[in-house]
């Protein structure tokens, strides 16, 4: 029987894993190593006051054709019946303001249409652009803010200061440090689902495993358990074995534990490959691959969670977006880098704010008490005399940068992926050992052509990966690998 050993329990891995077993392999053959003592990878629900909350993905991005939507609904797990907007700096009920002007809802739709605009018409126009997201936003915007020839000199500083905003959320949704780094032609390469792009799960988003792993035949859990392995940190893959007697690929552990296996499934995120690649694969991996990884964007979105005593807003304030004038000193210190403060669904007592990028990574640096009195001083000055604000009594913090073994957070089309011309079709090319045998599978979001930065493109890509295997597992049952 040919061992299968996944190198990573996340949303791909955990969808191969059961993909192979629905394919007809004993599960006996596969082996699951996960680093962490939890399973899940960057889709992580905790649990505060008896409610689910999200410390990495949370919505299921669009209805129409995105296979977790899909799971999930005749699951019943998710709430598709009430508007689930929250957290989001696009709700209605949220505020945009500076610390000592808020914007009227006439002026937040005006500069809302302007890049909803925008948005449609670069749809069109990035594919024959050459240069960054970032560069087309910003020459775009303001061509169209000079037109406007109702605007005074200050609602041309409100409309950069939207801008400003706008980069941020982009950043969010890209998962790039910097719109500037993100390729505009490249941006196109991402699809949407129709349908509600925000939809949130009853209990969480970790309830997507238990669906993964459920047998289809009989709704019982497919018998996987016991073949995944927690705190398994794999350091070194000896995959090309071909000139000696035992061929098969030796996968090492961290604690010295050593895994046998024909195939091996690498699910590891973009960036614990980037930073890893070179001491994980012996042989080393061919060229193409390595300048994949490398070329490859792959950034930094952390959320930060402020916890109150008790609400000091009303319940039909949806948050704050921070608007700042741009200035010399705009973006010296990292709290000018927070997108803003929104409420969280089912969390009457948090705030969540997004931040990115630089300012994320040293945010993950700083003690907790720090990241409080700051995120609570510039909330204040915001809120100023609108509600009664009092001071924070607590913080949760994501840490997607400093988790050794995603190092970042999702995957997106760089400036560099452009100038290299490496794709995702590149890290997902399964590689192929010195007697021609596949060895070596990728899957993971950031293989995704089109669906990258997602759970559904993870599942797709896991079920994508454990089809090929399974392809050669019965293709070459006879070979002698
Ligand atoms: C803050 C944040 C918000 C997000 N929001 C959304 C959202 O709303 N909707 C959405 O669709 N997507 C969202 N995403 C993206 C989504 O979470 C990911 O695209 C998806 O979960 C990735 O799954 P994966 O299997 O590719 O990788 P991972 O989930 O990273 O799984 C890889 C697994 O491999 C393990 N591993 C890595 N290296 C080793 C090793 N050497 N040995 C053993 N194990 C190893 C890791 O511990 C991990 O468990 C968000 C992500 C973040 C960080």
Same mark, same amino acid.
């Given at each position: 029987?040919?061992?299968?050993?996944?190198?990573?329990?996340?949303?791909?891995?955990?969808?191969?894993?059961?993909?192979?077993?629905?394919?007809?392999?004993?599960?006996?053959?596969?082996?699951?190593?996960?680093?962490?003592?939890?399973?899940?990878?960057?889709?992580?629900?905790?649990?505060?006051?008896?409610?689910?909350?999200?410390?990495? &993905?949370?919505?299921?991005?669009?209805?129409?054709?995105?296979?977790?939507?899909?799971?999930?609904?005749?699951?019943?797990?998710?709430?598709?019946?009430?508007?689930?907007?929250?957290?989001?700096? !696009?709700?209605?009920?949220?505020?945009?303001?500076?610390?000592?002007?808020?914007?009227?809802?006439?002026?937040?739709?005006?500069?809302?249409?302007?890049?909803?605009?925008?948005?449609?018409?670069?749809?069109?126009?990035?594919?024959?652009?050459?240069?960054?997201?970032?560069?087309?936003?910003?020459?775009?915007?303001?061509?169209?803010?000079?037109?406007?020839?109702? !605007?005074?000199?200050?609602?041309?500083?409100?409309? /950069?200061?939207?801008?400003?905003?706008?980069?941020?959320?982009?950043?969010?949704?890209?998962?790039?440090?910097?719109?500037?780094?993100?390729?505009?032609?490249?941006?196109?390469?991402?699809?949407?689902?129709?349908?509600?792009?925000? #939809?949130?799960?009853?209990?969480?988003?970790?309830?997507? !495993?238990?669906?993964?792993?459920?047998?289809?035949?009989?709704?019982?859990?497919?018998?996987?358990?016991?073949?995944?392995?927690?705190?398994?940190?794999?350091?070194?893959?000896?995959?090309?074995?071909?000139?000696?007697?035992?061929?098969?690929?030796?996968?090492?552990?961290?604690?010295?534990?050593?895994?046998?296996?024909?195939?091996?499934?690498?699910?590891?995120?973009?960036?614990?490959?980037?930073?890893?690649?070179?001491?994980? !694969?012996?042989?080393?991996?061919?060229?193409?691959?390595?300048?994949?990884?490398?070329?490859?964007?792959?950034?930094?979105?952390?959320?930060?969670?402020?916890?109150?005593?008790?609400?000091?807003?009303?319940?039909?304030?949806?948050?704050?977006?921070?608007?700042?004038?741009?200035?010399?000193?705009?973006?010296?210190?990292?709290?000018?880098?927070? /997108?803003?403060?929104?409420?969280?669904?089912?969390?009457?007592?948090?705030?969540?704010?997004?931040?990115?990028?630089?300012?994320?990574?040293?945010?993950?640096?700083?003690?907790?008490?720090?990241?409080?009195?700051?995120?609570?001083?510039?909330?204040?000055?915001?809120?100023?005399?609108?509600?009664?604000?009092?001071?924070? #009594?607590?913080?949760?913090?994501?840490?997607?940068?400093?988790?050794?073994?995603?190092?970042?957070?999702?995957?997106?089309?760089?400036?560099?992926?452009?100038?290299?011309?490496?794709?995702?079709?590149? /890290?997902?090319?399964?590689?192929?050992?010195?007697?021609?045998?596949?060895?070596?599978?990728?899957?993971?979001?950031?293989?995704?052509?089109?669906?990258?930065?997602? #759970?559904?493109?993870?599942?797709?890509?896991?079920?994508?990966?454990?089809?090929?295997?399974?392809?050669?597992?019965?293709?070459?049952?006879? &070979?002698?690998?």
């Amino acid at each position: 029987m040919k061992q299968i050993i996944i190198i990573g329990a996340g949303a791909s891995g955990l969808a191969a894993a059961t993909r192979l077993i629905q394919n007809g392999l004993s599960a006996t053959s596969i082996t699951v190593l996960e680093a962490q003592n939890r399973i899940g990878g960057r889709v992580h629900t905790i649990t505060n006051e008896g409610n689910p909350l999200e410390i990495g &993905a949370q919505w299921v991005h669009g209805q129409q054709g995105n296979v977790v939507f899909e799971m999930a609904e005749s699951a019943c797990e998710l709430n598709t019946d009430i508007q689930t907007l929250e957290s989001s700096g !696009f709700a209605e009920n949220v505020v945009f303001g500076f610390e000592d002007y808020k914007l009227n809802k006439e002026q937040i739709h005006q500069l809302m249409q302007m890049i909803h605009a925008l948005e449609e018409v670069s749809k069109n126009e990035m594919s024959g652009w050459n240069k960054s997201l970032g560069e087309y936003f910003e020459e775009k915007f303001k061509e169209l803010i000079l037109r406007k020839d109702s !605007f005074s000199e200050f609602d041309r500083s409100t409309a /950069l200061a939207f801008l400003d905003w706008y980069h941020i959320m982009e950043n969010v949704i890209d998962g790039s440090d910097n719109w500037k780094e993100t390729c505009g032609s490249g941006h196109l390469h991402y699809k949407e689902c129709l349908g509600d792009p925000l #939809v949130t799960w009853k209990r969480g988003y970790s309830s997507l !495993f238990k669906i993964l792993m459920k047998s289809q035949d009989d709704d019982k859990q497919l018998p996987l358990s016991d073949r995944i392995f927690l705190n398994k940190a794999v350091k070194r893959i000896d995959w090309d074995n071909e000139a000696k007697s035992d061929k098969r690929i030796q996968v090492t552990c961290e604690d010295g534990s050593i895994y046998l296996a024909e195939f091996v499934l690498v699910t590891s995120s973009l960036g614990f490959l980037k930073s890893n690649m070179h001491s994980l !694969f012996i042989p080393s991996l061919p060229p193409y691959k390595k300048r994949a990884i490398q070329g490859l964007g792959f950034g930094t979105v952390d959320k930060i969670f402020l916890k109150f005593e008790k609400p000091w807003w009303t319940p039909d304030w949806g948050g704050i977006s921070f608007l700042r004038r741009r200035s010399k000193d705009t973006d010296t210190h990292w709290s000018h880098h927070l /997108l803003g403060f929104y409420t969280v669904r089912l969390h009457p007592n948090i705030l969540i704010a997004w931040i990115t990028g630089k300012a994320a990574r040293e945010v993950e640096s700083l003690p907790e008490n720090e990241i409080l009195k700051v995120c609570s001083d510039i909330l204040r000055k915001y809120i100023g005399a609108d509600f009664p604000f009092t001071e924070p #009594v607590g913080l949760i913090l994501s840490r997607w940068h400093s988790n050794p073994f995603t190092l970042g957070s999702y995957s997106y089309r760089s400036m560099e992926s452009k100038e290299m011309n490496v794709w995702a079709t590149d /890290l997902a090319q399964p590689v192929y050992d010195s007697g021609g045998f596949p060895r070596l599978f990728f899957a993971g979001e950031a293989t995704h052509d089109y669906f990258y930065s997602t #759970v559904h493109g993870a599942v797709e890509t896991g079920w994508r990966e454990a089809d090929r295997i399974a392809k050669y597992c019965i293709g070459f049952r006879n &070979a002698n690998l």
